[in-house]
């Protein structure tokens, strides 16, 4: 592999890492039946405060504190508001993601183009010296191996830990999770704050670590909703959600490079990205793949159901009350 | 098990009234009542899943006070609901786990040992894999009667399980009963409106009406002595002579239609319905009679061959087309497919009826006062529909189905109701005058009230053509496959 592809791969992988945690942290979110739709301005204020911080401070470990504080505070208003005062989650989110990004617009006014600390790159010993994966994975800073971490430890909790079955019960049938002894209003606090802290990172992950500093026209401004949408693509299942962020970069690289080539309308260039991602969930929800699932051998079936579902969790968006 | 003084109120509706009752392990206690009696409340009240008002609970001499299912689960209290409550995303093992106490991590390979052992115990085939989704309610049943046990209950309470359910699994359903009841000493507590099942199952019977507790008899008793502690009155059953003239008119007609869905084939359907006629399906869950009732109404297209409604070729059309020809389907998942969980009565009724783009509430709402009087519910029009009894929501179903309907294609029609609503609902049923298709498990129902009989085995059918021919133990038998 040409070394220019290479560095261009472990770029992608680099800028990514954002939309990874965001999405995952969302993942968790919805797993439990709740839909935190502030992302978009929650990274925003997230990236504003957590490089404002790390400025004052010089330190991006409080940086990154201060980051997931704002996203938890965030989450937490969306679940009082939807579970305490039985508030529409859908519509909260949607204020609050204008709220938020206009209070990052304003706070962050005197943090504008100054320089900053950065998280530093980290080359993993070993691993870094594999011939191209070594690159492309493992020659990063800590936030992106957190990410990698992140799904890994997201997947084994779902799917692997009995606090994984209360998660996912609350999410499809609170009524069922209810029975089993599971506190469904108090998992989905617990959730929605860890999600929403995992959005706050993210956006630290953006200032911190991508480029770092707060802009006038935040380059990631946007990018809120399409892990919302990689959510949805990903099929609220961490390896799906990885993989779905690392195509939907690649193939945003890719149409930004056509960009200086080919003579194009920038507009329905721009849009690729997104019919590609449609064309596949088409596929993934499609019948022929649960036939295909029916050949496999019983134990193999159920995992590759729960990588290929494309149904929402049975109860998203949805107040439990006890009776 | 002793129940001392139990009050619950819906606001106006007193549901259990000042009940006190004990209830000895080792036996089976059958619970009967007219529909919105109160007896899914009491059960209810019994595992946890609501608050008692006020009155006590004791256990071996003891009173006890718990708060939520897995408290009454704790005490060795566990409950089979009227809809299974599963988590459908879930495969058989991992609901079978969940709400296990353990450790963190889930020890796959030890679960699926004792659920397998549970399976064999009882001779339940669950396959460990299987999503729950894909089970049938009996299957369902099974694996939460295996959960209930794996968890260590003393108590069993089942809501209706016999009301989604073929009658050999009935059987085999009965046949754990007893073994519960009589090896390990549970006490078994069965709501059902099947009065035969009681008499063949239970012990002893207690009977509730309008919240009261009206009634306790022990066992063996006479079926009429039953109803009439039930109602107060002795009920006859609807005679029914065939309305059917030899040259009425072909309404519904198959014709070399072949009918597949995931391991169901039905390869030759040669079938038509003439006006009026009334056609009862029979057969074990998942023999084809869902299959072909959904071919019927144009929600499955057919592989090949041509389905033609009043003439008219309708083949591949949608159930909007088979609906604006006058072909209606209702179908048993009340909850699931048939109405609407949180929307009112009088919405439901407006989503059916209103036509114009502005709904005519005030019009909607007297119609649907209208529609709850003639079905006799119990409930009002601004009621959400999981207020309601599970017979009552069965009642607004019905109420729902148009008048002038060319055919009707019900699902398990009268599931879930007591003997003299299920009478009621068919009075209603034949004095519309459409053709009927409908399933049943009650195979004493599908004698009643059939022209004809269809008997579904594995994707094979019988037709039966004049029902006077055969007795209720020849239709036992070709459900069994045994066709000859
Ligand atoms: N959550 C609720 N809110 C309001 N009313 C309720 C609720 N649950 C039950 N009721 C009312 O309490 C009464 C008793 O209902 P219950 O479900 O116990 O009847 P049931 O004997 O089980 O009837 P069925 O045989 O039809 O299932 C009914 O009138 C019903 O409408
Ligand atoms: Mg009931």
């Avoid at chain 1, 183009?113 to 690159?135: A, K, W, Y």
């Avoid at chain 2, 059960?43 to 009155?55: E, L, W």
């Avoid at chain 2, 003439?274 to 023999?287: M, N």
Wanted: aromatic fraction near 8%; proline fraction near 4%.
């Amino acid at each position: 592999m040409s070394d220019a592809l290479v560095n261009s791969l472990n770029s992608i992988v680099a800028a990514t890492t954002p939309l990874v945690i965001a999405s995952i942290g969302e993942t968790i979110t919805e797993r439990a039946g709740v839909i935190n739709l502030s992302l978009n301005g929650s990274i925003l204020l997230a990236a504003m405060a957590g490089f404002a911080a790390a400025q004052t401070s010089n330190s991006v470990i409080i940086g990154i504190g201060v980051a997931a504080m704002i996203g938890a505070a965030v989450a937490l208003i969306i679940a009082f508001a939807a579970i305490e005062l039985r508030r529409d989650q859908v519509a909260i989110g949607f204020v609050l993601t204008i709220l938020t990004a206009d209070l990052a617009t304003f706070l962050g006014k005197p943090y504008v183009n100054i320089p900053g600390p950065r998280i530093p790159n980290m080359p993993i010993p070993l691993l870094s010296d594999i011939p191209v994966v070594g690159r492309i994975f493992f020659d990063h800073d800590l936030m992106v191996y957190f990410s990698f971490a992140l799904v890994l430890m997201s997947w084994y909790w779902m799917f692997h830990t009995r606090y994984g079955l209360a998660l996912r019960a609350v999410g499809e049938n609170p009524q069922a999770a209810f029975a089993r002894g599971t506190k469904v209003n108090y998992q989905r606090y617990i959730y929605t704050i860890i999600g929403g802290a995992l959005v706050g990172v993210a956006g630290a992950a953006y200032s911190l670590s991508v480029k770092a500093g707060w802009f006038a026209n935040a380059p990631m401004d946007g990018d809120g909703w399409i892990a919302l949408a990689i959510v949805i693509f990903g099929g609220w299942h961490p390896f799906r959600v990885i993989l779905g962020a690392y195509l939907f970069a690649a193939l945003r690289r890719i149409v930004a490079d056509l960009q200086s080539t080919v003579d194009f309308p920038l507009v329905l260039l721009n849009t690729l990205p997104w019919i590609l991602m449609i064309l596949t969930l088409m596929m993934v929800s499609s019948g022929t793949l649960e036939r295909l699932t029916r050949l496999l051998p019983a134990r193999l079936q159920r995992q590759f159901r729960n990588v290929l579902r494309s149904d929402p969790p049975a109860a998203i968006g949805t107040r439990f009350d006890k009776n | 098990m002793q129940l001392k003084n139990i009050h619950k109120r819906f606001g106006q509706v007193h549901a259990n009234n000042n009940i006190s009752v004990t209830f000895h392990p080792g036996r089976v206690i059958g619970i009967l009542g007219e529909n919105g009696a109160g007896k899914s409340t009491l059960m209810k009240i019994i595992a946890g899943y609501q608050p008692a008002d006020s009155g006590e609970i004791w256990l071996d001499g003891r009173p006890v006070n718990y708060h939520d299912p897995r408290d009454a689960i704790s005490h060795g209290i566990g409950m089979l609901q009227q809809d299974p409550l599963d988590i459908g995303a879930f495969s058989v093992l991992e609901n079978f786990v969940y709400g296990q106490s353990g450790g963190i991590l889930l020890n796959r390979k030890t679960s699926r040992q004792q659920l397998i052992a549970l399976c064999q115990q009882f001779n339940f085939e669950l396959d460990p894999d299987t999503p729950v989704s894909q089970l049938s309610i009996a299957q369902r049943q099974q694996l939460e009667i295996i959960r209930l046990l794996g968890l260590g209950v003393k108590v069993l309470i089942l809501d209706e399980p016999t009301t989604g359910i073929s009658a050999a699994q009935k059987e085999q359903l009965f046949n754990t009963l007893k073994r519960l009841a009589k090896e390990q000493n549970m006490t078994i507590l069965l709501v059902s409106h099947k009065l035969e099942d009681v008499l063949a199952l239970c012990d002893e019977v207690i009977v509730l009406r309008a919240g009261q507790l009206v009634g306790d008899m022990q066992m063996p008793t006479t079926k009429a002595a039953l109803v009439e502690l039930m109602f107060g009155a002795q009920i006859q059953p609807v005679k029914r002579e065939s309305r059917l003239q030899p040259n009425t008119p072909i309404v519904l007609d198959m014709q070399q239609v072949h009918l597949h869905d995931g391991r169901l084939d039905i390869p030759q359907i040669n079938f038509s319905l003439r006006a009026g006629e009334v056609i009862g399906l029979a057969g074990l869950d998942g023999s084809g009679q869902a299959l072909f009732m959904r071919a019927c109404a144009g929600l499955i297209k057919p592989h090949a061959g041509r389905v033609f409604v009043k003439g008219q070729d309708l083949t591949g059309q949608s159930y909007h087309q088979f609906n604006r020809s006058g072909v209606i389907f209702a179908a048993s998942g009340r909850l699931e497919e048939g109405l609407i969980a949180d929307m009112t009565l009088t919405e439901h009724i407006a989503l059916m009826y209103e036509q114009n783009t502005w709904i005519n509430w005030r019009r909607a709402h007297q119609f649907t006062q209208r529609q709850i009087e003639r079905f006799n519910v119990r409930g009002k029009p601004d009621d959400p529909i999981q207020a309601l009894s599970g017979g009552n929501q069965q009642r607004v179903l019905m109420g729902l189905l148009p008048e002038n309907a060319t055919a009707l294609i019900l699902e398990q029609p009268t599931r879930g109701l007591d003997v003299d609503s299920a009478r009621w609902i068919w009075d209603q049923l034949l004095t519309k005058n459409s053709a009927i298709i409908y399933s049943s498990a009650d195979l004493d129902e599908i004698m009643t009230y059939s022209d004809r009989i269809i008997v579904f085995y594995a994707g094979r059918m019988k037709v039966i053509d004049d029902p006077h021919q055969v007795t209720v133990s020849d239709l036992g038998h070709y459900i069994g496959g045994d066709f000859s």
